[in-house]
């Protein structure tokens, strides 16, 4: 009987959904051209090329889908300015290049671009923030992290105990290079430390244009390390003390917008993204959890991936 009440609740909540979005998205076109308005992309966990993932209670775009959104706000002559709600650790840098230079791309033809930071806008995240025309983060923001890595693990010695042996034939001496059965030799080693390096200088070359310093003072301070929002105004790494609404104001005076302008959220297309808050959707995935039935008394031994007490 339970398991029959929450599938109905969930249709019903599926089908309103779907209204929402069919008639809440004919009134934004219909007025799509009516006003000046500030774009707010959202820049949200760790930066990944692709397409990204999507589901009823969450949403994991890629960066395909977050070049889309800029695109359609560049487009948008009714939108005069674009705020970048940066909330992520970083990710890959080829993923983060390439919305950089879709950043600058907009710039370039006068529309500006301004960043507000979250809890978070380190690494990747940053990259993206010092391409834009301002920044602004709060005081305990963690940002910086100006740096690169590559993470590697030798599992030889665990193999070796558990008795698994790994062999391959490879084209090329350095086909298996980062195989964690092996220790990686000083040749490899020395490949992959020049990539490192290469995109590293390509990170500094990007701060020291978005933010005026010359490349030796970026590199004083891009030695990995995060900071906090204070510290990283005082080290020319951001430039105001402020949340996302100071970001918008800012925008709409540097577009000549008077008085409080209208906001377009790009990225918030899923329906329980458009209806529920964050802790609604935990509470509903915890009670669809506990109470699907279970068909004996043999207890599952898959560690469940939501906490106790979510």
């Not at 690494?123 to 993470?151: H, Q, R």
């Not at 490879?170 to 990686?184: A, E, V, Y």
């Amino acid at each position: 009987m339970r398991k029959k009440f929450i599938m109905v609740l969930l249709s019903m909540f599926i089908l309103i959904s779907a209204l929402v979005l069919m008639f809440g998205n004919k009134s934004t076109d219909k007025h799509a051209v009516v006003g000046n308005k500030i774009a707010v992309i959202y820049v949200d966990g760790t930066i990944t090329g692709g397409h990204g993932t999507s589901s009823l209670l969450s949403e994991s775009g890629g960066t395909d889908s977050l070049i889309k959104q800029l695109h359609e706000a560049r487009d948008d002559s009714s939108v005069k300015g674009i705020v970048l709600r940066i909330n992520s650790p970083g990710g890959s840098s080829t993923a983060t290049q390439e919305v950089g230079e879709e950043i600058k791309k907009i710039r370039a033809k006068g529309k500006p671009v301004v960043t507000s930071m979250g809890d978070m806008a380190a690494s990747g995240g940053y990259w993206l923030a010092a391409c834009t025309d301002k920044i602004y983060a709060n005081p305990t923001t963690l940002t910086g992290s100006i740096g690169v890595y590559m993470p590697y693990s030798n599992w030889e010695e665990l193999y070796k105990k558990i008795g698994v042996r790994q062999e391959k034939i490879k084209s090329g001496i350095h086909k298996d290079i980062l195989s964690n059965d092996r220790p990686m030799t000083e040749e490899e080693r020395v490949i992959l430390q020049t990539m490192v390096d290469e995109i590293y200088q390509g990170f500094v070359e990007v701060v020291a244009e978005g933010r005026h310093l010359d490349i030796e003072t970026v590199k004083k301070i891009a030695d990995g390390r995060v900071y906090t929002g204070k510290q990283a105004k005082e080290l020319g790494l951001v430039d105001e003390m402020g949340n996302l609404y100071d970001a918008i104001d800012d925008t709409a005076q540097m577009v000549g917008i008077h008085g409080k302008p209208k906001i377009k959220e790009y990225g918030k297309n899923n329906p329980f993204s458009m209806l529920m808050t964050t802790s609604d959707k935990a509470e509903l995935l915890k009670t669809l959890l506990l109470n699907v039935p279970v068909e004996n008394d043999v207890k599952s031994v898959v560690p469940m991936a939501v906490p106790e007490k979510w």
